[in-house]
C-alpha cells in the first residue's frame, strides 16, 4: 500500500522560501509520474511539478524559475524547493503518484495516490 506524506508547508512572507518534503512508503521511484499539485478550496487541482517514469522534469509555467523538484531515493523522499514565494501561491499542497506530463505541462487528473498536503499561506 503506497502512503504518501507532506511536511514543511507554513507562513512566509512574499519573496521568502519553503522546502516542502514528500515521505513515501510502499513505492519505487520511476515506477510512476509523481509530483506535487496544489488546490485552494472549492477550486481545481493545479499541477505544479512532477519526474516522469523515464526521469524528466516538467514544472507549471507559473512556477517555472520559482520552484525546483527532486527526489532522494535512498530516503524515498520527494522535495519541492520554493523560492521567490507569491501571495497567489497560497495554497493547500499535496503530493501525488499517476500524474501525466502533456506538452510539458504536468497533469493530476488520474491519479493514484495522494497525501493529505500540507497548507503554504504567502502574506504580501
Known amino acids: 500500500q503506497v502512503q504518501l506524506r507532506e511536511s514543511g508547508g507554513g507562513s512566509v512572507q512574499a519573496g521568502g522560501s519553503l522546502r516542502l518534503s514528500c515521505t513515501i512508503s510502499?513505492?519505487?521511484?520511476?515506477?510512476?509520474?509523481i509530483g506535487w499539485f496544489r488546490q485552494a478550496p472549492g477550486k481545481e487541482r493545479e499541477g505544479v511539478a512532477a519526474?516522469?517514469?523515464?526521469?524528466?522534469?516538467s514544472y507549471a509555467d507559473s512556477v517555472k524559475g520559482r520552484f525546483t523538484i527532486s527526489q532522494d531515493n535512498a530516503k524515498n523522499i520527494l522535495y519541492l524547493q520554493m523560492n521567490s514565494l507569491k501571495p497567489e501561491d497560497t495554497r493547500m499542497y499535496y503530493c501525488?503518484?499517476?500524474?501525466?506530463?502533456?506538452?510539458?505541462?504536468?497533469?493530476?487528473?488520474?491519479?493514484?495516490?495522494w497525501g493529505k498536503g500540507t497548507l503554504v499561506t504567502v502574506s504580501s
Open positions: 501525488a503518484t499517476g500524474c501525466v506530463v502533456a506538452a510539458g505541462t504536468p497533469g493530476f487528473y488520474g491519479i493514484y495516490d
Open positions: 510502499g513505492y519505487t521511484f520511476s515506477r510512476y509520474c
Open positions: 519526474i516522469d517514469s523515464d526521469g524528466s522534469i
